[in-house]
């Protein structure tokens, strides 16, 4: 089965401590992005990679890193959390800019 | 900069009848449009997409969307709304160009179907 895997899909944690969140895709998808979202602002983009080794910054980057040394994995690294920073998050892949993207169904990060 | 406006934070409609969910666009050159929807605890799920051709576009379970690019429009309809409609809807666009175009999304638009 296509699918967009997240993990972990809740995490309360407190601030300062690094966290990094897992995304694997099984489609052989060029293309995977990072949102996140809030109430009343709908999806923001953090992070876009177009392929291994090759990421870019979204709208909303600041408190985030990404890797991709792998096709099928793009892991979101938060360095040193910050209360900011709790929402709700989604992985994406797209074979091609025009495609539809497949999401993961979502981590929820609480940070205290 | 592109941008989406989903004027609606909440569309009411009762079981049966046709609904329609609004979205305008604001972006320089021809756009990529989609439709996603958002059930409880899940992740977008997509419903459509306009890339060029034929105005009006079919897509999963009923939905359809006419782009109007005068009015640079693309609304979401069905013609008889289900309970199992109800949901959360975004609209998004994209700009055709190389290199790093993010998908913009509107803030979404709770679309509620009732008996």
């Known amino acids: 089965e296509a699918q967009v895997t997240q993990n972990p899909r809740y995490l309360i944690t407190v601030t300062g401590k690094k966290l990094t969140v897992t995304c694997s895709q099984n489609m052989n998808h060029e293309y995977m992005s990072w949102y996140r979202q809030d109430p009343g602002l709908g999806l923001r983009q953090i992070y876009y990679s177009m392929n291994v080794e090759v990421t870019d910054k979204g709208d909303v980057p600041e408190g985030y890193k990404v890797s991709r040394k792998e096709k099928r994995n793009f892991p979101l690294i938060l360095e040193s959390p910050s209360p900011n920073q709790t929402s709700l998050y989604f992985c994406?892949?797209?074979?091609?800019?025009?495609?539809?993207?497949?999401f993961g169904d979502g981590t929820r990060l609480s940070i205290l | 900069a592109q941008s989406v406006a989903q004027p609606e934070d909440q569309v009411n409609v009762a079981e049966g009848n046709p609904l329609t969910v609004k979205c305008t666009y604001s972006v320089s050159g021809n756009p990529y449009l989609f439709w996603y929807v958002q059930y409880p605890n899940r992740g977008l799920q997509f419903l459509l997409k306009?890339?060029?051709?034929?105005?009006l576009v079919k897509g999963s379970y009923g939905f359809e969307a006419e782009f109007n690019k005068s009015q640079t429009s693309f609304h979401l309809k069905k013609p008889s709304a289900l309970v199992s409609d109800s949901a959360l809807y975004f609209c998004?666009?994209?700009?055709?160009?190389?290199?790093?175009?993010?998908?913009?999304f509107g803030k979404g638009t709770r679309l509620s179907v009732i008996a």
């Open positions: 306009y890339i060029t051709g034929d105005n």
């Open positions: 998004a666009v994209r700009v055709p160009v190389p290199g790093n175009t993010p998908l913009v």
């Open positions: 994406a892949s797209s074979s091609e800019s025009n495609q539809p993207q497949h």
